[in-house]
């Protein structure tokens, strides 16, 4: 059972640490427990007031009539072991502890967390927090942060590692016509992690998308097994702030967070299916629009405006974001223009110009554009009412002689309802901005619908794309597991070998042999491992080749002189070994192999970051690896489909193609060799850095030129 | 004199087209002038009604008391041109045409506007429109648009080619602190031009920096020389919307705008010195912290938060942004740490953790940070009161006592007044967030003093790192203004030889010849016109070298066999010369020149875009040209300084430092190239396109090896 389903639903709360003070926060999350509508059963436990808020007070849990289902710590955090370990006496298998002053304070804090979670397991306990806010659960009434939630029940989950976005954000939100299902703040995750809650939303029925408010996951591959399971069913999106050093920084003192590059969740994301956002506003409007709005079915927008520039510029966002704004068809055109003036456009975007008739707007020409069968969604600007009224009554009051603003917005006989019932009622999207906020009763009515109402036509153009986002998810490949291949015998072999001889990489020779023992393609290359194997091997290349010093110690082999191309004959490669030997100044193996044509130059690697995550790395190689640093990332191991979308995922993904003189790139091979790399970090342990580059396309496929293999 | 100052600053309008009815756009455009509190004489043109809202009625412009200095008409379009005239006759030089029905509807409306660009010529009238929505000049409350101007003046220009955008605004600035000087929309643009605007609000002083809405610039390079002399010191930020086909499409029927591609546009800004935003929320928000903040002096930034969410996310925005977020030293830590709780952060970000004091917040540490000298710039999250008291009022109220929840703020004893003087007090720019919005009286007071409060954390650091933007933009080399070289005879006759024969193109030989009398490197190259020469040439090059068949009628050589490539010695010469023939098909003159070597290759172009504008290129050439279009544009001719940022404002730049073996490249030499190429087209008017590419850094030198020049 997930952790949480007793902890977000419980029957029977008791608070530690609240009193009669009500401008003590601990005060402040019981009255919220008791006034926010919960119907459970609430207890306080406090050692010397009799009651609190007309509740009886309970010196000790032990004292209490019931073992209840959570237990509710707004204590100080030395005392809260001691407390936990009465409610488990008394049966409590759930809690969740708000108070800070763990972790996320150093060494010290670090002791009692510690300390906090060896009591919790000793007595069977699972908790949320330390340092977090807890929970609003809207099903059931319950909200146990400081703040009121004052909306009715929604449909957007969300797990948080900021209790702030659960508790400064609630009036925002209801502001904003944004309804949450069930909300959780996680703290310093000492037991109950983020992935648990992400767990308990997939299966929720209420939570219909999942916002992720992310500092840093821990459990990084576990996050994408849950993750990748839930996305073809139900939108996850997600905010990650600890990809800069400040904000890793700044993470780890907040929970202790333990946060990683921006590039390794950037990939992480895209291989669980998660729609990634980069602010807090984005993720609580474009998660309301996956949890609300229809599916997407195709691309096509119809925009329908009172003015010119929200028309402009809302087509330009929806473009850029991957739409089509078709011009409507002919039909479609003449049906729209005896509904505006002659000189305004009919042909999407729809701008009516200036008009009080809202119905126009807001209901026939959309109702015109979705039964033509020319669009899939609809973004609209323009309606108002109570705003504009408000705006125009003091010049138009005294006129016509109105002291109640009231009846002159009575005046605009406009049907508040319909609008808002167009996505369910069609299966289209409808999304829409305006300059006026909650306060104009048409944004409002809208909001009462779930259709969100943004303040920037960019705005809701972007957040619609997020539909489109989902859309190009939910046709991903289907997923498959992964099936590791054996550990080949023979590769182990190479890593002991080396590890043996205190090797901290294996040399090139040995690295490209491991790769290929894999089915990983290199050139046909032989070792000369001393002078007396010289003339049997260079009388036998195929020429021009490629001679370069070979040894595990030796970096940077260009800038040293110790790679010599083209070598010509066997001749010149008499010469070019006796080179290497003196630029070398010892005797040193050369490696020899026919020299690799081709233009088009990748890199492929894999990194064991030790305790975090295993990356995978397909980019441009050669000269370009470092310049353009035209590079995706994943979390290994690699399924065909999350190499094959690698592939479509660099910017230069057009050399891939048929390109110039060059042929299509065989995808499969390469899809492949980029999934061996990804496991072959998972076969041997001992891999802690794999570097294929430059991976050569020479004719139509790839070929493993130069390789580097770190060990440990 | 600037056409818009007499138009935006009036001491007389006479308003054509408002009625007694308050519902008509007309009658509300007249009750905006009468009502926000213009001293001006106010005049009303009505062929019918004897008074409109106690103002006498003329029948005629001729009926006029005085010639006024503003003719401001809201009629039918094809009965403006007349009553133009009328005014005319009694001597008013400035109208502003707020109806539509013109270009923007196509043919018809193009000829009429044709007639009232005339009309006006002949009368000596300078008009703002058609198809506007007038002006707001807060200086003299004058506010010609349908809806309320509600604030006291402010100081942030505005032009704008949509209407809307400051009429359905106009609440919206309000509820968000946001206050404007002189706002101006254009239109169609039939005479005053937003570039007009743009020179007016540079020298208003009431105006501190500008903001432009743009759907497309008729006159690029106007602009262009406008704007870069204005940048270095006024702020000017812009918004395109213009650059995808739809939002092309959109623009054009909306206000006749011609648009042109989106990167054409972000090159100009970059040229210009303008601050590019992306959506009208920014377009103000920016522009208003433009305007009334104080400049930035450095990029370290101090983070001061009750929450770490906002924290974090504040830290990871601004260091994505370019800040630096410094953790704060010791000695500053101790002063903070006294002031907030144990287990707070006070290393910056400093989080304060929940406090009711907002004092700490706002006033102490701010001040703090600012007298440590640590900071450059101060980014605060979770100062609220009002906002507070109503979410936890409901909980408190009955348990306090209260009924009024004014008592219950009055126990907040927060000033309000001093954190907003933070700014001015210490030229410290100060940017805030909050879930409050202006409802929230600590919210409202900081929008009094000019600091603005945003939704979202990630909004404010992105809001305060345009101060950095412009920082940079003020910190350009100085502009100096362009001289051009002097046209080359030979390259002028080159040209005309061309065009004698018909060519649509210079073959390479001339087009690389015409390049190198400008003095531009390019291979010491041979043109073997026929077998004749053939013998002397070869024997005298130096190889390897390169054969190319030479014509302008010839398109891709290299798939057709017609580049051989390396030709190692004059026997090689000889064959690839019969080759180069026989795959032709007939006898065709063969370029020669050495091989150039280097891994680095650029391309240099430049388009001369008719009645748009010739536009300037540099990027990645060779095959990443296509793969990676790693390329910047401007505007041609381009200075010094303009290629120099060129250079910087790739992807790729590092191609261009010291790389791998490779030296740095001669910049200087690079830049004069660009500088080069784009005066040519100037130079020769016939030049329509030239491309470059690739130019290969030889050592460390560039040459153009192959060329293309085409010709009109």
Same mark, same amino acid.
């Given at each position: 059972m997930n952790p949480l389903e007793k902890l977000i639903n419980p029957v029977s709360i008791a608070v530690v640490g609240a009193s009669s003070n009500p401008l003590k926060m601990a005060t402040l999350h019981l009255l919220s427990i008791m006034k926010d509508g919960y119907k459970g059963r609430i207890y306080v436990i406090h050692p010397k007031e009799a009651s609190v808020f007309g509740l009886k007070t309970y010196k000790?849990?032990?004292?209490?009539?019931?073992?209840?289902?959570?237990?509710?710590?707004?204590?100080?955090?030395?005392?809260?072991?001691?407390?936990?370990?009465?409610?488990?006496?008394?049966?409590?298998?759930?809690?969740?502890?708000?108070?800070?002053?763990?972790?996320?304070?150093?060494?010290?804090?670090?002791?009692?967390?510690?300390?906090?979670?060896?009591?919790?397991?000793?007595?069977?306990?699972?908790?949320?927090?330390?340092?977090?806010?807890?929970? =609003?659960?809207?099903?059931?009434? +319950? #909200?146990?942060?400081?703040?009121?939630?004052?909306?009715?029940?929604?449909?957007?989950?969300?797990?948080?590692?900021?209790?702030?976005?659960?508790?400064?954000?609630?009036?925002?939100? !209801?502001?904003?016509?944004?309804?949450?299902?069930?909300?959780?703040?996680?703290? #310093?995750?000492?037991?109950?992690?983020?992935?648990? =809650? +992400?767990?308990? +939303?997939?299966?929720?029925?209420?939570?219909?998308?999942?916002?992720?408010?992310?500092?840093?996951?821990?459990?990084?591959?576990?996050?994408?097994?849950?993750?990748?399971?839930?996305?073809?069913? !139900?939108?996850?999106?997600?905010?990650?702030?600890?990809?800069?050093?400040?904000?890793?920084?700044?993470?780890?003192?907040?929970?202790?967070?333990?946060?990683?590059?921006?590039?390794?969740?950037?990939?992480?994301?895209?291989?669980?299916?998660?729609?990634?956002?980069?602010?807090?506003?984005?993720?609580?409007?474009?998660?309301?629009?996956?949890?609300?709005?229809?599916?997407?079915?195709? #691309?096509?927008?119809?925009?329908?405006?009172?003015?010119?520039?929200?028309?402009?510029?809302?087509?330009?966002?929806?473009?850029?974001?991957?739409?089509?704004?078709?011009?409507?068809?002919?039909?479609?055109?003449?049906?729209?223009?005896?509904?505006?003036?002659?000189?305004?456009?009919?042909?999407?975007?729809?701008?009516?110009?200036?008009?009080?008739?809202?119905?126009?707007?807001?209901?026939?020409?959309?109702?015109?554009?979705?039964?033509?069968?020319?669009?899939?969604?609809?973004?609209?600007?323009?309606?108002?009412?109570r705003g504009f009224v408000e705006a125009v009554y003091p010049h138009i009051r005294e006129i016509l002689n109105i002291q109640n603003p009231e009846d002159i917005i009575n005046m605009f006989p406009s049907d508040l309802h319909t609008p808002g019932t167009i996505p369910q009622k069609h299966g289209i999207p409808l999304v829409m901005s305006s300059f006026y906020d909650y306060q104009d009763d048409f944004t409002k009515a809208m909001q009462d619908h779930d259709v969100l109402v943004f303040d920037a036509p960019e705005k809701a153009a972007k957040a619609l794309a997020s539909l489109l986002r989902y859309k190009e998810i939910i046709n991903r490949l289907p997923y498959e597991p992964i099936t590791l291949p054996e550990s080949n015998p023979e590769a182990k072999a190479i890593i002991l070998e080396a590890k043996k001889n205190n090797q901290k990489a294996l040399d090139e020779y040995m690295a490209k042999r491991l790769l290929s023992l894999y089915g990983i393609p290199i050139p046909d290359e032989r070792l000369i491992e001393d002078e007396k194997q010289l003339d049997g091997i260079v009388t036998s290349m195929r020429y021009p080749i490629v001679m370069k010093a070979c040894h595990p110690d030796i970096m940077h082999k260009t800038e040293k002189g110790l790679v010599i191309l083209p070598v010509k004959d066997s001749i010149e490669a008499k010469q070019a070994f006796q080179t290497i030997q003196n630029r070398a100044g010892y005797a040193i193996p050369v490696l020899a192999y026919p020299m690799v044509e081709g233009k088009r130059e990748f890199m492929?690697?894999?990194? #064991?970051?030790?305790?975090?995550?295993?990356? =995978?790395?397909?980019?441009?190689?050669?000269?370009?690896?470092?310049?353009?640093?035209?590079?995706?990332?994943?979390?290994?191991?690699?399924?065909?489909?999350?190499?094959?979308?690698?592939?479509?995922?660099?910017?230069? !993904?057009?050399?891939?193609?048929?390109?110039?003189?060059?042929?299509?790139?065989?995808?499969?091979?390469?899809?492949?060799?980029?999934?061996?790399?990804?496991?072959?970090?998972?076969?041997?342990?001992?891999i802690a850095e794999i570097d294929c580059n430059p991976v050569i396309i020479s004719g139509n496929k790839p070929v493993v030129v130069d390789a580097l293999i770190v060990i440990e």
């Open positions: 000790s849990p032990l004292d209490l009539p019931e073992a209840v289902d959570c237990a509710f710590f707004v204590i100080p955090a030395h005392n809260i072991p001691e407390t936990l370990k009465d409610f488990g006496t008394i049966g409590t298998k759930r809690a969740i502890i708000i108070s800070a002053g763990f972790k996320e304070i150093g060494k010290e804090g670090k002791l009692l967390e510690d300390k906090l979670k060896s009591t919790a397991g000793i007595n069977g306990i699972r908790f949320l927090g330390p340092n977090c806010m807890g929970i =609003v659960n809207t099903e059931i009434s +319950l #909200n146990t942060t400081i703040m009121e939630y004052i909306d009715r029940p929604g449909s957007l989950g969300f797990a948080t590692q900021s209790g702030t976005y659960i508790t400064q954000t609630l009036r925002y939100l !209801k502001n904003h016509g944004i309804r949450l299902s069930k909300a959780v703040s996680v703290g #310093n995750e000492a037991d109950i992690s983020i992935i648990d =809650v +992400l767990e308990y +939303l997939a299966n929720d029925e209420q939570t219909k998308a999942i916002a992720l408010y992310i500092e840093g996951i821990r459990d990084i591959q576990r996050f994408l097994d849950v993750a990748i399971t839930i996305t073809p069913k !139900k939108p996850i999106i997600a905010q990650y702030v600890g990809g800069s050093q400040a904000g890793a920084r700044a993470g780890s003192s907040h929970t202790g967070a333990m946060a990683g590059p921006d590039y390794i969740y950037e990939g992480l994301f895209k291989q669980a299916g998660i729609i990634r956002v980069h602010s807090i506003e984005e993720l609580f409007f474009h998660g309301y629009m996956l949890a609300t709005q229809p599916r997407l079915k195709g #691309n096509r927008v119809g925009i329908i405006t009172n003015s010119g520039g929200p028309a402009t510029s809302m087509a330009n966002s929806c473009e850029k974001e991957g739409f089509i704004v078709p011009t409507f068809s002919v039909e479609l055109q003449s049906k729209i223009k005896p509904l505006i003036p002659p000189h305004a456009q009919a042909g999407n975007p729809v701008d009516i110009t200036f008009n009080l008739d809202l119905d126009v707007l807001t209901i026939t020409i959309p109702e015109l554009a979705i039964q033509s069968g020319e669009v899939d969604a609809l973004c609209i600007h323009g309606a108002y009412r492929v690697g894999a990194v #064991n970051n030790k305790g975090f995550a295993q990356s =995978v790395l397909f980019g441009l190689g050669g000269i370009y690896t470092e310049v353009i640093q035209d590079a995706t990332f994943r979390i290994a191991p690699l399924t065909q489909r999350d190499a094959y979308e690698m592939l479509n995922d660099i910017k230069a !993904k057009t050399l891939l193609g048929k390109f110039r003189n060059m042929d299509e790139v065989d995808k499969d091979i390469l899809a492949q060799l980029i999934v061996i790399v990804s496991v072959l970090p998972v076969l041997h342990p001992e």
